[in-house]
């Protein structure tokens, strides 16, 4: 698998997760959550949609949405990940570490931390 198929695969089962939506919906009031990619790990906007839930990873700096995460720091490894995100107006993130056992195995959470950040 390529990088870009690696960090496709990452981004939908991250999206995918319960617990990580969960996460970012107890800091968010929309019903879209917005991920805003300043770190450029997409080359164009993905929209992750599962009974309800939806999460769009946007390279395009949202306009409209008064509320929104940004990547702050991004780690994508063989079998070892870690993504930090922070709110739009930078005073709270969450670092999420997952992890999988082999290529074919799905990616797992084995820390969500959530931060304030001043």
Same mark, same amino acid.
């Given at each position: ?16 997760? +319960? ?10 009031? /929309?019903? @879209?959550?917005?991920?805003?990619? +300043?770190?450029?790990?997409?080359? +164009?906007?993905?929209?992750? @949609? ?5 999460? /769009? ?6 306009? =409209? ?39 074919? =195995? @799905? ?12």
């Amino acid at each position: 698998m390529n990088n870009k198929q690696q960090r496709n695969v990452f981004l939908s089962q991250f999206a995918d997760n +319960e617990v990580i939506y969960s996460s970012l919906s107890n800091n968010s009031s /929309e019903k @879209k959550i917005v991920i805003y990619d +300043e770190k450029r790990i997409i080359n +164009e906007n993905i929209t992750f @949609k599962n009974v309800g839930k939806i999460i /769009e990873f946007t390279n395009i700096k949202p306009q =409209d949405n008064d509320h929104y995460f940004i990547v702050h720091n991004f780690i994508l490894n063989k079998n070892l990940a870690t993504l930090v995100l922070v709110t739009n107006d930078r005073n709270y993130g969450i670092i999420y570490y997952l992890t999988r056992k082999g290529n074919n =195995d @799905k990616w797992k959470h084995i820390n969500i931390i959530p931060r304030n950040t001043r």
